[in-house]
């Protein structure tokens, strides 16, 4: 996720704690000490194919003891972890493939202060990023609100 000085700068590298691949991150340190925690994230599409991602972590879950909707578990653990990293001082962006309604997405990131950096850079609607996306877009990035202004 990151090359030339950028890669120097790194202090941790972290994944999904249940070993899902929903997403991973990075912790830089910048100028005056500021940290920023970078997150790539995943969730999974309702998907009936026994080999899709969501049915595979239907079955990872399950044998974690944990009897719920991969997308429910996905929301809950990242959650948990944007909040781990803000109580630590760290500056989150988080970008993803949310395969999820866009209002829904970014009123979901409203609690952590984080809005889509695109959206907020043009008067207009974003544009669909997949054709299966229809009028919105489900690959979006958001970031601390003062990053913006």
């Known amino acids: 996720m990151a090359t030339n000085r950028v890669a120097y700068s790194i202090k941790k ?14 912790l830089v340190k910048g100028k005056n000490d500021m940290l920023c925690r970078i997150i790539c994230a995943y969730c999974p599409c309702i998907s009936d194919g026994p080999s899709s991602t969501y049915a595979l972590q239907i079955v990872s879950l399950a044998q974690m003891n944990i009897v719920e909707c991969p997308r429910k578990q996905f929301w809950e653990d990242l959650s948990s972890f944007i909040l781990q990293c ?63 202004s």
């Open 13 to 26: 590298l972290d994944s999904d704690p249940r070993r899902l691949g929903r997403w991973s991150s990075i």
């Open 86 to 148: 803000q109580n630590q001082n760290e500056n989150v962006i988080v970008m993803g493939d949310w395969n999820s309604k866009y209002s829904e997405v970014t009123e979901w990131m409203k609690q952590f202060h984080l809005k889509d950096i695109i959206h907020s850079r043009h008067s207009t609607p974003p544009p669909p990023t997949c054709n299966r996306s229809r009028d919105s877009p489900i690959d979006i990035i958001f970031a601390p609100e003062h990053f913006i």
